[in-house]
Nanobody
Framework: QVHLVESGGGSVQAGGSLRLSCAASGFTGGDYSMKEYYMAWFRQTPEKGREGVACIAADGTTNYADSVEGRFTISLDKPANTLYLQIKNLQPEDTALFYC???????????????????????WGQGTQVTVSS
């Protein structure tokens, strides 16, 4: 069972930066090693619901929502089993609960595939709050 734990959230002023971390564990070897998973960051607010902001494929290919392109950077440290989301120039509209998610690649899914759709993910962390003040 894959276990995800986010950290790094907090309260910042507009224009500031944060780096969110997602520590992943529970991967076994072979076809269930971390290299067979794609991962993503989502954010959720009562007004907008859950939005996939960035994903990273098993081969490192990344994909971003248009609303965050250029300000958010997703990365994966495989030896450390840790997913990151670097956020710069934070704005009040970025205030949200941020989640990381992981999904094992199926045999029919390319290594370069990832998804920003929440329905595609089985494993989720508990979330870390980001609050941006103007």
């Amino acid at each position: 069972q894959v276990h995800l734990v986010e950290s790094g959230g907090g309260s910042v002023q507009a224009g500031g930066s944060l780096r969110l971390s997602c520590a992943a564990s529970g991967f076994t070897g072979g076809d269930y090693s971390m290299k067979e998973y794609y991962m993503a960051w989502f954010r959720q607010t009562p007004e907008k619901g859950r939005e996939g902001v960035a994903c990273i494929a098993a081969d490192g290919t990344t994909n971003y929502a248009d609303s965050v392109e250029g300000r958010f950077t997703i990365s994966l440290d495989k030896p450390a089993n840790t997913l990151y989301l670097q956020i710069k120039n934070l704005q009040p509209e970025d205030t949200a609960l941020f989640y990381c998610a992981a999904q094992r690649r199926s045999p029919f899914t390319s290594y370069w595939h990832c998804s920003r759709a929440s329905d595609n993910y089985r494993f989720w962390g508990q979330g870390t709050q980001v609050t941006v003040s103007s």
